[in-house]
Nanobody, 129 residues
Framework: QVQLVESGGGLVQAGGSLRLSCAVS????????MGWFRQAPGKEREFVAA????????EYAASVKGRFTISRDNAKSTVYLQMNSLKPEDTTVYYC??????????????????????WGQGTQVTVSS
């Protein structure tokens, strides 16, 4: 059973920073491509960032590129989302997701919600103006 547990959310003023963490247990973390998504009430889940199995390749939504950085520590089975220059419109629940990717090239990243097999419970980020 694969479990993903997010942490690091909270309340921050506009222009501030937060770092989200997602700890993964249950399988070999280095075989997973990972992603971060977010979902506001009444809206569809939105892609934020993705990272390849080996951590060398990343992909970002246009709305966060240049402000957010995704990274991973395979030794700690954890993926991170460093969020800088936060805006009130970044306020929502953030989810991490895992895609077992044993046989795919190390360079692959995934931005589609349906491509991921496992999800965390979410962590709330609130940015005040």
């Amino acid at each position: 059973q694969v479990q993903l547990v997010e942490s690091g959310g909270g309340l921050v003023q506009a222009g501030g920073s937060l770092r989200l963490s997602c700890a993964v247990s249950g399988r070999t973390f280095s075989l997973y491509a990972m992603g971060w998504f977010r979902q506001a009430p009444g809206k569809e889940r939105e892609f934020v960032a993705a990272i390849s199995k080996n951590g060398l390749y990343t992909e970002y939504a246009a709305s966060v590129k240049g402000r957010f950085t995704i990274s991973r520590d395979n030794a700690k089975s954890t993926v991170y989302l460093q969020m800088n220059s936060l805006k009130p419109e970044d306020t929502t629940v953030y989810y991490c997701a895992a895609k077992p990717n044993t046989y795919a090239p190390d360079s692959f990243t995934y931005s589609g919600e349906s491509e991921y097999d496992y999800w965390g419970q979410g962590t709330q980020v609130t940015v005040s103006s």
